[in-house]
């Protein structure tokens, strides 16, 4: 059967290259990984195209996301971009291709990249189209481009110390699926005291508790790591049932917007 929603846990890949991420992405499938995340500003499509060509696990069980860089986003350059990133993935169509940060200063509008994203899925380029790093007021432009069912999902940062409530709400009523990127806070999770003591209460490990925690919530979740012992966990997080006590405590843990680890200048838009 041919993927149509997005996996629940995924493989995250910013930062890795050449023989580390293939190796990763290699490790992960192995695992029973299905659902990987690259994106064109990560330079590593080709890598990751070597593991999935390599690992021989058939085509429609895996699901495939890559995110258009922002100097691809005008509406005559997205869709050869795209194209690009097929050739280096080596594979014929995406099942998941985001916008991957809004236009920097509004250079290209919103409608502009997102008319020429669904005109990439009707050319069969990608199954499903969305969005990443998306404020309120940018869903509000994307929604009033393509509606908000064409919308498979917002990739933002989501972790214990930046729930980002305002956009979960926002993309809550109306309909739009959720994913969390740095779920561990790239790490910094793991030495959390509350988030321990959760973890040995059910034997868990802590990366487990914060993916369970934002699983519970229904977002997807994309954790990165290059070790297989990681990568397992991290696989095997939905199996941790958090009470509401737990969920409570987790929540508590939120801190202001100096938690924001992804927030590059030049680039980040106005956050809610
Ligand atoms: N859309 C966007 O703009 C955007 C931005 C950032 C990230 N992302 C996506 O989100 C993915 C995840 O984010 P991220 O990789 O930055 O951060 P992350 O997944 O929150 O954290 C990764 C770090 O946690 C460690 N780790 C992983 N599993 C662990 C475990 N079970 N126990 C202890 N440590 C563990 C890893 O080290 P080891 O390798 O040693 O395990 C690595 O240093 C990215 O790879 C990327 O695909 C998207």
Redesign the pocket.
């Known amino acids: 059967m041919t993927a149509t929603t997005i996996p629940q846990i ?7 290259q050449g023989q580390v991420v293939t190796d ?1 992405v290699r490790t992960g499938l192995e695992l029973g990984y299905r659902h990987v ?3 064109q500003i ?1 330079g590593n499509e080709a890598d990751v195209g070597t593991a999935l060509a390599a690992a021989g696990v058939p085509r429609e069980e895996l699901f495939v996301t890559t ?1 258009i860089w922002t100097d691809n986003l005008a509406g005559d350059r997205l869709i050869p971009s795209l194209k690009d990133s097929l050739h280096k993935l080596r594979l014929e169509r995406l099942d998941l291709t ?1 916008i ?2 809004p236009s920097p200063d509004e250079v290209v509008p919103v409608a502009e990249s997102m008319a020429a994203l669904a005109e990439a899925q009707r050319q069969g380029l990608t199954k499903l189209i969305g969005v ?2 998306f404020t309120i007021r940018h869903m509000e432009e994307a929604i009033a481009a393509v509606g908000a069912d064409a919308i498979a999902t917002n ?3 989501i ?1 214990p110390y930046l729930p980002n409530r305002a956009v979960v709400d926002f993309a809550r009523n109306r309909g739009i699926h959720l994913t969390a ?10 030495t959390d005291p509350v988030i321990a003591r959760i973890a040995a209460a059910h034997g868990a ?4 508790v914060a993916l369970a925690w934002a699983l519970r919530q229904g977002f997807a979740v ?6 297989r ?3 397992a ?2 696989l095997q997080a939905a199996r941790i049932a958090l009470s509401d006590a737990d969920m409570a405590a987790i929540d508590a843990l939120a801190q202001g917007p100096e938690a924001r ?2 927030n590059p200048g030049g680039l980040a838009p106005r956050w809610d």
Request: charged share 10%.
């Open positions: 995924g493989l995250g890949t910013f930062r890795l990763a995340d690259t994106a990560y995110k985001l991957h940060w990443s790093n990739q933002v940062e972790h990127y740095m779920p561990l806070a790239y790490g910094k999770v793991v490990s802590p990366a487990q994309i954790p990165s790591s290059t070790r012992a990681n990568l966990g991290n680890l992804a």
